[in-house]
Nanobody
Framework: QVHLVESGGGLVQPGGSLRLSCAAS????????MGWYRQAPGKQRESVAV???????NYSDSVKGRFTLSRDNAKNTVYLQMSSLHPEDTAVYSC?????????WGQGTQVTVSS
């Protein structure tokens, strides 16, 4: 079993920045993939940024150039640095991990972009 604990969500003004953290139990170096999804009200959950075990990072087109995913293997943590936030980025952001091809989810953290 893998436990994922997110932190760092909150309310931010348009154009602002936030950093989300996802701390995992277990050695993330062995994870197949890890990253972030989000779900806005009335919309389907979508992938935001995912890093594979090989270090490749895939970003959704809507966040490319604004969001940066990074990984700290020593802390078993991945981060999502979000900049130039738009109101359309408002959503519940959830951390996910794929371990031995089983998907695990965190509880989610709310990000609200509003003036």
């Amino acid at each position: 079993q893998v436990h994922l604990v997110e932190s760092g969500g909150g309310l931010v003004q348009p154009g602002g920045s936030l950093r989300l953290s996802c701390a995992a139990s277990g050695n993330i170096f062995n994870f197949n993939a890890m990253g972030w999804y989000r779900q806005a009200p009335g919309k389907q959950r979508e992938s935001v940024a995912v890093i594979t075990s090989g270090g490749a990072i895939n970003y959704s087109d809507s966040v490319k150039g604004r969001f940066t995913l990074s990984r700290d293997n020593a802390k078993n943590t991945v981060y999502l640095q979000m900049s130039s936030l738009h109101p359309e980025d408002t959503a519940v952001y959830s951390c996910m991990a794929v371990v031995q091809f089983t998907i695990f989810w965190g509880q989610g953290t709310q990000v609200t972009v509003s003036s």
